[in-house]
């Protein structure tokens, strides 16, 4: 366990001492500082667990002004620290009014040091409490409940993966997951943390390319009170909340470009900072990134940091389409097909050999997430207690262009925009990239077509 750190302000040596070594006997880390304007760098620069200050701190005023200008400035600074202010004998108007100004708590000097312990205590577990609060409300949000991916993953062309997998999954490596959509970058991803000594930690999912720019950054970073018109509390990062786990940062490429640096930076020395504050914050993750794009062009048209890129890339892990790992297809289908079949309560023992073959052969283009689909479909169709070719519903390559003679330039634009969003489940970031699109080229169309 840490040692809670607990930050002292009093103008007074010998009232610093004291409560130095009162808290030092009672097990917490202490710092010592002399005036409001220390105070406020301390608060900037660390962070500390609670703060027990003086109010008056020039030796001929009382008025305990200088304390309470001081709790308004921490309120802006620092307004989740327990403060416990410190009065004279006979000031309780005073105590008050900096209770009202966002102290929790106060001692009368000279102090009772049992009170003043078990008042620090109380205020240490109570703000514990609300930053767990705070931290497993945003983890139940993001934090998907599944346990170890299932991986098939027999075909020969799959083997350097999994060897790889097993060889970097241990360490606290960056991996970057290329392949195809659809074929199991995440699946591995989950592998690579499930066999990692972070297991027992967090795995955060940030999806790059689901979010507006506008709100990347303080997804990432998280933010403070203010820090935008929208910025109604303070607010967790991802980084902040995968903290000595594992950070998944899918969709990599769609970084928007200014803050590329700023991940660098995070990648380099571990230390970030919330929208609109200035406290640097240390974080411990490992970082595990996933991408469809060929990076090494992305950089070679300035779209993508080279210097990112080797930090990411430490080790590189390719997953090669399922067309080119047909081995694995039938496996994976019967996988699907219990699956699907458990959950729609149809008793099917399998493929017939027309539908198997049928599988085997197809192109494939949306990977494992197709033949997920496609099986899903099948299992629902199907009459029988096996799976046939019709059930199947797979498009032959040759229909839909005996169609495409008969309609309009228009007409073929949202045919093809339709399908495309069809094949990846409505993920316009997918779908614009198979098209040849920017997205916003293709909300542009969407909305012109009434898609
Ligand atoms: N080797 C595998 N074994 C079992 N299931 C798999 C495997 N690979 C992928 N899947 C399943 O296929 C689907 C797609 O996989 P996943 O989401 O990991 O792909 P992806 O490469 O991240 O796709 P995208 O590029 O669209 O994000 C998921 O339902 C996943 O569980
Ligand atoms: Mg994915």
């Known amino acids: ?10 103008d007074q040596a010998d009232v610093l001492e004291a409560l130095r070594f009162l808290l030092k006997a009672e097990g917490y ?46 309120q802006a600074t620092d307004p989740t620290i327990p403060i416990v202010v410190m009065t004279a004998w006979g000031s309780v108007e005073l105590a008050v009014e900096a209770m009202r100004r966002g102290a929790r708590d106060f001692v009368q000097k000279p102090w009772d040091n049992a009170r003043l312990v078990s008042i620090v205590k109380t205020q240490l577990a109570l703000s514990e409490a609300l930053r767990k609060g705070q931290r497993l409300e945003a983890e139940n949000r993001l934090l998907r409940a599944e346990g170890k991916p299932l991986m098939i993953a027999e075909a020969p062309s799959m083997q350097p993966v999994l060897q790889l997998i097993s060889r970097v999954g241990p360490s606290d490596a960056n991996v970057l997951i290329t392949g195809e959509p659809g074929s199991g970058k995440e699946v591995v ?32 970073f998280g933010h403070v009170k203010g820090a935008f018109t929208d910025a109604k509390a303070d607010r967790v990062g991802r980084f902040e909340l995968a903290d000595t786990g594992t950070l998944f940062l899918d969709e990599i490429a769609n970084v928007p470009f200014n803050l590329q640096s700023k991940l660098l930076r995070v990648l380099e020395i571990g230390e970030m900072e919330r929208v609109g504050s200035s406290k640097t914050k240390r974080v411990n993750v490992r970082i595990i ?33 399922l067309r080119e790992r047909k081995e694995d297809i039938p496996l994976l289908a019967s996988h699907f ?5 458990q959950r729609y309560r149809k008793r099917l023992l399998g493929f017939d050999q027309a539908a198997m073959q049928a599988l085997i052969e197809n192109a494939w283009q949306g990977n494992v997430r197709e033949l997920n689909h496609v099986v ?43 399908k495309a969003l069809a094949r990846y489940d409505g993920n316009v970031s997918h779908a614009a990239n198979a098209l040849g699109l920017s997205r916003s080229a293709l909300y542009r169309r969407l909305q012109r077509h009434n898609l």
């Open 1 to 10: 366990m840490d040692r809670k750190r607990i930050l002292i302000a009093d």
């Open 29 to 74: 880390q202490t710092e010592a500082v002399s005036s409001p304007e220390a105070v406020i760098h301390a608060l900037e620069t660390r962070d500390y667990d609670a703060l027990i200050m003086d109010l008056n701190y020039t030796r001929d005023t009382t008025s305990g002004q200088e304390g309470l200008d001081l709790l308004g400035k921490i």
């Open 189 to 220: 991803a989950r592998t690579l943390h499930a066999i990692s000594e972070r297991a027992s930690k967090p795995l955060v999912t940030v999806n790059a390319g689901g979010l507006a720019e506008g709100i990347f950054e303080s997804e990432l």
């Open 289 to 321: 990134s996933a991408t469809n794009a060929n990076l090494a062009e992305e950089v070679a048209n300035n779209r993508f940091r080279e210097d990112l890129l080797f930090r990411l890339n430490t080790i590189e892990i390719h997953i090669p389409p």
């Open 337 to 341: 097909l219990s699956v699907y079949a």
């Open 376 to 418: 899903e479909r099948s299992v629902l169709l199907a009459q029988d207690t096996q799976v046939r070719l019709a059930d199947l519903a797979l498009r032959s390559s040759s229909t839909g262009s005996g169609r495409l003679d008969d309609m309009s330039l228009e007409e073929v634009e949202a045919f093809l925009i339709k």
